[in-house]
């Protein structure tokens, strides 16, 4: 599946924001996705998972700041981000791999998927 992740800018500290990622190329609605954050010099980070029955897993570090929906008919994967930090700050990337179980944000999340968007920066002022 083809993913282009849209929506990234700048934002003001405390605020919000939504990221939006399109999926195009094959049946959407049996992935799971996933969102995930990287900036420089660090490794890339799982923010959120939502696996083909909308259930949705978060790492503790975002848990009810972050939350992750999609959209089958509109082939469309969300990032809503509340009560936003400077931390927050960095490249922003969806992704997808066609399975139903195991679509868990843990430490292992980035290696089990397949297909990947180019990034969206969102920068968030102090």
């Known amino acids: 599946v083809k993913l282009v992740e849209s929506g990234g800018g700048s934002a003001q500290a405390g605020g919000s924001h939504r990221l939006s990622c399109l999926a195009s190329?094959?049946?959407?609605?049996?992935?799971?996705m996933g969102w995930f954050r990287q900036v420089p010099g660090k490794q890339r980070e799982a923010l959120a998972s939502?696996?083909?029955?909308?259930?949705?897993t978060y790492p503790d570090s975002v848990q009810g700041r972050l939350i992750i929906s999609r959209d089958n008919a509109k082939n469309t994967l969300y990032l809503q981000m509340n009560r936003l930090r400077p931390e927050d700050s960095g490249m922003y990337y969806c992704?997808?791999?066609?399975?139903?179980?195991?679509?868990?944000?843990?430490?292992?999340?980035?290696?089990?998927?397949?297909?990947w968007g180019q990034g969206t920066q969102v920068t968030v002022s102090p």
């Open positions: 992704a997808a791999d066609q399975r139903s179980l195991g679509c868990i944000a843990d430490e292992t999340f980035e290696a089990s998927l397949d297909d």
């Open positions: 190329g094959h049946t959407y609605t049996s992935y799971c």
């Open positions: 939502i696996n083909s029955y909308g259930y949705t």
